[in-house]
């Protein structure tokens, strides 16, 4: 003969809070919408590869298995500034350059983030000659230096998490607020 189940015959009802808790708790997640939105732009950048020199090797191989850039967020790159929203300026940048870089930046939207990818992205490199841009950031704003020659992709990954940290940290909803008086 078959055990009858034990069963509670005590279900909890609408008045009984430890039962109600216990389902918001298992079915619902609150967070505040900047947080959120946060979280979002976080795992969501769109690249604009700005690769002008050998360092365009070292950002080719991100792709590969070892290094998956894609469980950043970060794979399709966007070959149009209008779509992107992290330029990646890959190599040495030189003075007859400088204005079509000045150009994909300002077609970018808000928000936008820069990453100088390497040592003539960052300092100049190794060139020391009046055709040789001694750092993008004279050019326009770098949010996370890369170094290296060239960096490796672990170095490129551990600059996109720190971006990705920074992009978490940033206010989400400031331009929604109002105008202050």
């Known amino acids: 003969m078959a055990k009858p189940i034990a069963t509670d015959h005590r279900s909890p009802g609408l008045g009984d809070v430890r039962g109600d808790a216990g389902i918001i708790a298992e079915s619902v997640v609150v967070t505040r919408v900047d947080a959120a939105l946060a979280w979002a732009r976080k795992y969501s ?3 604009y590869p700005f690769a002008t ?19 950043f967020g970060a794979l399709l790159p ?5 779509q992107s929203d992290l330029l990646m300026v890959i190599g040495t940048v030189t003075a007859r350059q400088a204005p079509i870089l000045q150009r994909v930046y ?3 939207a808000e928000p936008k983030w820069v990453m100088a990818f390497g040592a003539c992205a960052s300092t100049g490199g190794f060139y020391d000659n009046y055709t040789t841009i ?3 950031d004279r050019l326009v704003p770098v949010d996370i230096y890369v170094p290296g020659c060239p960096p490796r992709p672990e170095g490129v990954l551990d600059a996109l998490m720190a971006l990705q940290r920074k992009i978490q940290g940033e ?11």
């Open 53 to 71: 020199a050998c360092c365009a090797m070292e950002y080719m191989s991100l792709s590969m298995a070892p290094y998956d850039i894609d469980r």
């Open 134 to 136: 001694p750092g993008i």
């Open 171 to 181: 206010p989400s909803l400031t331009a929604f607020s109002p105008a202050p008086k």
């Open 78 to 82: 966007r070959f149009t500034p209008r």
């Open 106 to 108: 300002d077609q970018m």
């Open 45 to 47: 950048l769109f690249p």
